[in-house]
């Protein structure tokens, strides 16, 4: 690899690829046996030589955030949370935790805080989509059983706790919030609805404030500013506009080559927006991601798909090998059952009073 030492030194690449390296040694990405220097390097002998300079900038200036940090905001958003919930000396037991995508988060918050209980908690209703399912069993048997009571004064709770690894748009937390609200005024209609926070490990500006429009209760630890969003007018990671224009170049050279021919769900995503919006936005979408901002950040767990895909996208011919190859948690269009369900019965009021008849006639 031809790369002009000058370069390297003007643009501080060397340390910031360092800082990367050892943030990485602290918690490996996905616990991979090849060091990151070893994944720059291997991802760059897919690059061409004129996108050499730009794709390496691009990997010296993505945030990398390990387990140790985020195992931290877990401690600082706790304590964030008992201080603002106006409940005095807050307990686990004062609240409902949910995970926006059951991915284990509840048990990472537990261990975190040394809070007891966590398999006395570990409770069948991890999510929005469990409590859904629940309420949407209609069978008066399994209303009449020992979880009826259980389930009741689960939701019963004063606090309702939304726990957020990581969001770049702030959509999918929104969304879960909105349904956290019209469950609550489901079943408890007149009552003055619980204290339902969103606790966000990693949040952008963007998110935040598409939160904050909906007056929606969150409480973030790290916020990621737009400076880091590379297909935003903000950007400002790199102050060098040649060298930006440059990895802009890059980001359009890897999708029309790699992300829009894949037969991926992603590629296929990108083709269906150039058909739906034109070739300019389904480029767009294949050069900086979901979202299309072209955030340049990875944790330790997996990159997010609003991500610049440089950094995570894969091509089937392996031609290219991704720093921060994601693993994507889903393959193919999500059902919308639930968020149906939940909406007729908004609109049935004589349903509503049945299902609480169900679910709370046994209970106190």
Same mark, same amino acid.
């Given at each position: ?32 046996? &090849? $060091?990151?220097?070893?994944?720059? !390097? ?17 990997? =010296? ?70 409590? *859904? ?10 209303? +009449? ?14 606090? #309702? ?13 929104? !969304?879960?919030?909105?349904?956290? %609200?019209? *469950? ?18 990693? +949040? ?32 400002? =990671?790199?102050?060098?506009? %040649? @060298? ?7 980001? &359009? ?8 021919? $894949? ?23 294949? +050069? ?6 072209? #955030?340049? @950040? =990875? ?14 996208? %894969? ?37 509503? +009073? ?7 006639? &046994?209970?106190?």
């Amino acid at each position: 690899m031809n790369v002009d030492p000058e370069f390297l030194e003007n643009h501080h690449i060397i340390g910031r690829l360092k800082l990367t390296e050892l943030l990485e040694r602290q918690s490996p990405f996905r616990e991979l046996k &090849d $060091s990151v220097e070893r994944r720059f !390097s291997l991802a760059l002998e897919g690059v061409p030589e004129a996108h050499k300079e730009a794709v390496l900038t691009l990997f =010296a200036t993505t945030i990398y955030l390990p387990r140790p940090l985020l195992d931290e905001s877990w401690r600082y958003l706790w304590d964030v949370v008992s201080e603002k919930s106006g409940v005095h000396r807050l307990k686990s037991e004062d609240v409902l935790v949910l995970e926006l995508d059951r991915d284990l988060l509840r048990d990472e918050f537990y261990r975190s805080n040394s809070l007891v209980g966590r398999l006395q908690d570990n409770l069948p209703w991890r999510s929005t989509h469990d409590i *859904i399912d629940s309420l949407r069993i209609a069978n008066g048997e399994w209303f +009449a059983n020992p979880n009826n009571q259980t389930f009741a004064a689960v939701l019963r709770r004063p606090v #309702w706790m939304l726990l957020v690894d990581i969001t770049l748009s702030g959509t999918s937390v929104l !969304s879960e919030c909105k349904r956290l %609200r019209a *469950i609550h005024r489901v079943l408890f209609p007149g009552l003055k609805a619980p204290h339902i926070v969103a606790v966000i490990q990693v +949040a952008t500006e963007t998110a935040i404030a598409t939160l904050r429009d909906e007056e929606m209760q969150i409480v973030t630890a790290v916020v990621v500013p737009k400076t880091h969003a590379l297909g935003l007018p903000e950007y400002r =990671a790199v102050a060098d506009p %040649r @060298i930006v224009r440059a990895i802009h170049d890059a980001c &359009d050279w890897f999708a029309q080559t790699y992300v829009i021919p $894949s037969q991926y769900r992603f590629g296929r995503l990108c083709r269906d927006e150039i058909e739906r919006s034109g070739e300019a936005q389904g480029l767009r979408l294949a +050069a900086y991601g979901f979202g299309k901002a072209g #955030w340049t @950040i =990875a944790t330790y767990k997996n990159t997010p798909n609003n991500a610049v895909p440089l950094l995570w996208f %894969r091509p089937e011919s392996d031609e290219y090998l991704p720093p921060f190859e994601r693993i994507d948690s889903r393959t193919r269009d999500t059902w919308s059952g639930r968020t149906d369900w939940l909406d007729a019965l908004q609109s049935n009021e004589a349903e509503q +009073a049945a299902l609480r008849t169900l679910l709370f006639k &046994d209970a106190s």
